[in-house]
């Protein structure tokens, strides 16, 4: 199987870039955030516990995101491979991942981190806020805590991955295809030295 993850901050682009990489490679998008968000349009018990999280701009509890993974995994045992959006994002998910994936005999390949400056980021999510709907985007102190939790909790996640030699810095700064291409390169490049096959 060929794992990577998409690391950054809310508004880095990582959405937008899975879309793309997931359509090019064929891998299983498994985003976090969507899958709460659609738990929450289904009104389910685990739905309405994180939206109590979620409308704060604070992260929900590890074990309900661990609990949604796992059963992603097993619902796509086939997959390819998987782009994981938006987890994992504390140590103890980074934890819980490892040892999922090693349950599968397969591994995280490598982490692309997108790197976007605290200014564009807000700017990005305000302007998202007018039209998406989410209304963790709306208000600024909101998307100014989830980017505090960001740094305290998040960010110091990368270090799980660079200490294996797996983290690779991508500027989110650009077009949408210059950083794309740009992921690309680094997927492909990894995928080479794995010897996988790239769906095109
Ligand atoms: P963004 O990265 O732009 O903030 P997401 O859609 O990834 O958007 O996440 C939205 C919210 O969903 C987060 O602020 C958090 O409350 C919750 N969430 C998503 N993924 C996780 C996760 N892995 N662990 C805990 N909470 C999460």
Redesign the pocket.
Known sequence: MFNIILFG???SG??TQSDKIVDKYGLVHL????L??QEIADKTPLGLE?KR??DK??????EV?IGMIDSCLEKHAYAKGFLF??????AA?AEALDKLLSLKKTSICKVLALEVSEDELIKR?LKRGETSGRS?DTNEAIIRN?YS?YKKDTEPVANHYKAEDKLVIVKGEGSVDEIFNALSNCIEAEMDAQQVFSAE
Do not use: C, E, I
Not at 31 to 34: H, I, L, P
Not at 57 to 62: A, H, I, K, M, R
Not at 85 to 90: I, Y
């Open positions: 901050p809310p508004g990582k959405g985003a976090t955030g969507n709460l968000r994180a999280f979620m701009g604070q992260l929900v509890p590890d995101v959006d938006g987890f994992p994002r504390t998910q999510l963790d989830r939790v």
